[in-house]
Nanobody
Framework: HVQLVESGGKTVQTGGSLRLSCQAS????????LAWFRRRLGLARVGVAG???????RVADSVKGRFTISHDNAKNTLYLQMNSLKPEDTAMYYC??????????????????????WGQGTQVTVSS
């Protein structure tokens, strides 16, 4: 079965950088779309960045230019490189996986309802 394990979350200062990792297992990476979501305190979980089966990446407007998603096929590990961190980036970050057709992924990569597989989350705190 699909398993996702996030790591790398910690407390950093405003303007700092952090790289989150998500070790995946139980599926072939070429068939699944992967994404990072986050849940800020008191708010709904939202999509941050996604990467499709063809390697096409999507990034939410709120983090565009600061966050980059990537995948190491050999290690079957998903990454989220976060630069120029702000206090509003403080959240629990989740890795998610789904089998999505390219057209579906392009239209709704950020919709958590499309993702049946989730990790346990890793906390990122950005101090001001």
């Amino acid at each position: 079965h699909v398993q996702l394990v996030e790591s790398g979350g910690k407390t950093v200062q405003t303007g700092g950088s952090l790289r989150l990792s998500c070790q995946a297992s139980g599926y072939h990476h070429s068939a699944y779309c992967l994404a990072w979501f986050r849940r800020r305190l008191g708010l709904a979980r939202v999509g941050v960045a996604g990467i499709g089966t063809g390697g096409v990446s999507r990034v939410a407007d709120s983090v565009k230019g600061r966050f980059t998603i990537s995948h190491d096929n050999a290690k079957n590990t998903l990454y989220l490189q976060m630069n120029s961190l702000k206090p509003e980036d403080t959240a629990m970050y989740y890795c998610a996986a789904a089998f999505l057709l390219p057209t579906r992924y392009a239209r709704s990569w950020y919709m958590q309802s499309d993702y049946p597989y989730w990790g346990q989350g890793t906390q990122v705190t950005v101090s001001s």
